[in-house]
């Protein structure tokens, strides 16, 4: 079954780009499958059965073809997989090759979160950024060149820095293969450690993103397609954490304990900084991206105090936010379609005449801003709650950003609905209600009932705690 939730994504993807006509009706079949697959795994995770393969890919050098769906793969699993269907469910009017790169790239997601083999991780790794950089500059603004470079500059020059890292690790540290569970038993330290470290931090600090190495993030989003499906996926591509989580932490636990005061300095001014750059934003796409480079800056001080709390809190948040965040890029295409614009100022007061799209746009935002009772209060508390346990002084500094984002997100809402009226807005459609209605009852039962994402996450943020200190 590990297989098949993987691999089909790619099957549906392919098949979309080699029958454009019926790509919508193929796309929309291939993420619902994917996604009832998906929650079949997940209950039958909380049932006690175990999914996991292995077998030799290149057994003289240690490479294996080895997946695994442990708490943390297994909740990021179902943010993907649930995000790409509201994605695909909104952009009925993207070119047909754009749902077959959304798939491709769902199915490399799934492979990175589910890799138990360090060298087959970068494989996946390598194979996302494809759809991503296609979907950019295929159909893209008339500034997508320009983001197009930056974004592969970053991107290739972080992957090949880890490329390296990869190779020190395993073979400076005298593991017996590329497995996780041997890289771990056999840590790199001293020198070569720090330095194989290094270039771990910078290839997922370009991926989280955390400054200053996020420069590449605004021009994306910016000049990706109005419709939000690429802003999705790259949303999606954010793994940052998870790789600090599953790979960089884990294998080098000595170096980051050397690393840790400056990482959380680093994480704690991401957030604050990105929260202000984002209020004096006018564009609803570049609002979005340093809003959500903030939360990313929130998720990276839990991950880097190297407690349960903070880990369980960081997998949470970029998981929950992968939907909300999601849904507002698509939010913000459906503006572009009614106005042909993303600014915020030429469209304020719609409340009057669109007050079904009006209580969609609240739910998203409050669900941004960290509300109780929906999906981003849980993750923000826990980072903070972790935070404060590993350094209160950059807790304190990051909970601004807290504020911060009310800021800039309420008055961006408030700038839009209910200012002096405006232009007329047509109210929600078909297509609307349905990913809309998907994407809130998941921010509400993600925000009611965290429970049943943060005990499955608990073993393994337990695991990582004890493997780093406690963040002590």
Avoid: C
């Avoid at 603004?141 to 930056?150: M, S, Y």
């Amino acid at each position: 079954m590990i297989h098949a939730l993987i691999f089909l994504p790619l099957f549906f993807g392919v098949w979309a780009l080699l029958s454009p006509a019926q790509a919508r009706s193929v796309g929309l079949l291939g993420a619902l499958l994917t996604l009832i697959l998906g929650l079949m795994t997940f209950g039958g995770y909380l049932g006690g059965n175990n999914f996991a393969y292995q077998t030799p890919l290149l057994g003289e050098v240690g490479i294996y073809y080895s997946v695994a769906w442990d708490g943390v793969g297994i909740v990021l699993m179902l943010a993907v997989v649930v995000t790409t269907l509201i994605a695909l469910i909104a952009a009925h009017d993207v070119p047909p090759a754009m749902v077959g790169l959304a798939l491709m790239m769902e199915s490399g997601l799934l492979g990175i979160l589910a890799a138990q083999d360090l060298i087959l991780f970068y494989v996946f790794f390598e194979a996302t950024l494809i759809p991503s950089l296609l979907m950019l500059g295929l159909y893209g603004g008339a500034g997508r060149v320009r983001a197009l470079i930056k974004f592969a500059i970053f991107t290739l020059v972080g992957s090949l820095l880890m490329l390296a890292g990869i190779l020190a690790a395993r073979y400076l540290g005298g593991a017996p293969s590329f497995l996780l569970k041997d890289l771990v038993a056999h840590p790199l330290g001293g020198a070569a450690g720090a330095w194989a470290f290094a270039a771990f931090l910078i290839a997922f600090m370009v991926k989280t993103p955390l400054f200053p190495l996020h420069v590449w993030l605004p021009d994306f989003h910016a000049e990706n397609h109005p419709s939000g499906l690429a802003d999705v996926m790259g949303t999606l591509y954010k793994v940052g954490l998870f790789g600090f989580f599953r790979w960089a932490l884990p294998l080098f636990p000595q170096t980051f304990s050397l690393f840790q005061p400056w990482l959380l300095g680093l994480a704690a001014f991401t957030a604050i900084w990105a929260a202000w750059v984002a209020y004096a934003q006018t564009d609803w796409k570049r609002m979005l991206a340093y809003g959500a480079l903030s939360h990313m800056g929130i998720g990276a001080l839990g991950i880097f105090s190297g407690t349960t709390e903070g880990a369980v809190g960081a997998i949470f948040l970029l998981a929950a936010s992968a939907v909300y965040t999601g849904s507002l890029f698509l939010f913000a295409g459906g503006l572009h379609r009614r106005f042909g614009t993303l600014d915020l100022k030429p469209t304020s007061g719609l409340a009057k005449s669109a007050p079904a799209l009006a209580a969609l746009g609240l739910i998203l935002i409050l669900a941004m801003v960290g509300l109780p009772g929906l999906s981003g209060f849980p993750g923000e508390f826990m980072n903070l709650l972790g935070a404060w346990q590993a350094s209160p002084t950059w807790a304190a500094i990051a909970f601004l950003a807290v504020i911060a984002a009310a800021a800039y997100a309420l008055t961006a809402y408030q700038n839009l609905f209910h200012n002096a009226p405006g232009k007329q807005a047509a109210d929600m459609d078909g297509y609307e209600w349905q990913w809309g209605t998907l994407a809130v009852l998941v921010i509400v039962f993600m925000g009611v009932y965290p429970k049943l994402f943060t005990d499955v996450l608990l073993p393994s943020a337990q695991a990582f705690a004890a493997l780093l200190g406690g963040g002590q």
